[in-house]
């Protein structure tokens, strides 16, 4: 059984969740990573879930912003310092775009102990995807795109496993047309939602380039998405966003909604 397991659901300056990351369990023993947040409450995260490294050879990064990247480099600290005690056997691949690699690669060398550091290109491997490109993972096929964002440089993904099951991420921004045959009928759509519309003139979602909840799910209904789950939200409404974030969705969107909190996971099938 497939399981997608979320660190962290909050937008960039929560303070009672952690940024928005995620854990897939791919059913064979094998995890994939999406983001890291904004700090070394990674760590913190992970073991909470039992997170086991050695099971996780692949991991994906969005983009460059700080509640998103600033994580990763504790995750590289991390699993350079297992693979230098002997603790992690095989090659940790990261996926990005151009920006994040240079982002990656200028912030280790700047922060990481020198044996640490060595280990990036001799165990640690930073791959620049672009575009439409797609890459062959062990558990499924990955395809990279960009989202069109009017702030940082941003690619969301597409997985496709080889018994049909499609889970697209959006990345934390609103839904471009350039992307839409790698949205439509997904059996999976993740997608942020950072307030309700409801809550729109207090949040101010547009000035920040997200969506509501409303939009986010009119989207999902458009694309004719199996099930949605709604992430990188503020985190003021937290005690009651599960229940109400649910009850706006279900208003525009006739799929299965799924509003997590951090370390809950979701079974995907």
């Not at 240079?102 to 791959?127: F, P, S, Y």
């Not at 440089?153 to 499609?166: A, E, S």
């Amino acid at each position: 059984m497939r399981k997608l397991t979320m660190l962290g659901t909050g937008c960039a300056m929560v303070t009672k969740c952690y940024n928005t990351c995620f854990v897939i369990d791919n059913g064979d023993g094998s995890l994939f990573l999406t983001d890291a947040g904004g700090g070394n409450t990674i760590l913190r995260q992970l073991e909470l879930t039992g997170f086991d490294y050695q099971k996780c050879h692949h991991m994906f990064v969005t983009h460059g912003h700080t509640d998103h990247v600033l994580g990763v480099i504790w995750v590289m600290r991390k699993v350079a310092d297992l693979m230098n005690k002997g603790k992690y056997e095989g090659t940790f691949h990261i996926y990005c775009h151009e920006v994040v690699m240079d982002m990656l690669l200028t912030i280790t060398k700047m922060t990481l102990k020198k044996k640490d550091l060595a280990r990036i290109g001799d165990g640690i491997e930073i791959h620049e995807v672009t575009d439409g490109e797609s890459v062959e993972l062990p558990f499924a096929k990955l395809t990279a795109f960009d989202i069109c964002s009017t702030k940082a440089k941003q690619f969301g993904y597409v997985l496709d496993y080889p018994d049909g099951l499609r889970l697209t991420c959006l990345g934390d921004e609103p839904f471009n047309e350039h992307d839409r045959a790698y949205a439509e009928h997904a059996d999976w759509l993740l997608s942020e939602a950072f307030c309700k519309y409801a809550d729109r003139d207090r949040f101010k979602p547009y000035e920040k380039n997200h969506s509501t909840v409303k939009e986010a799910s009119e989207l999902a209904e458009t694309l004719g998405a199996k099930n949605l789950v709604l992430y990188h939200t503020e985190d003021k409404t937290i005690a009651t966003r599960k229940a109400d974030y649910t009850a706006e969705a279900k208003a525009y969107y006739h799929g299965n909604i799924f509003v997590p909190d951090d370390l809950e996971t979701i079974e995907l099938g």
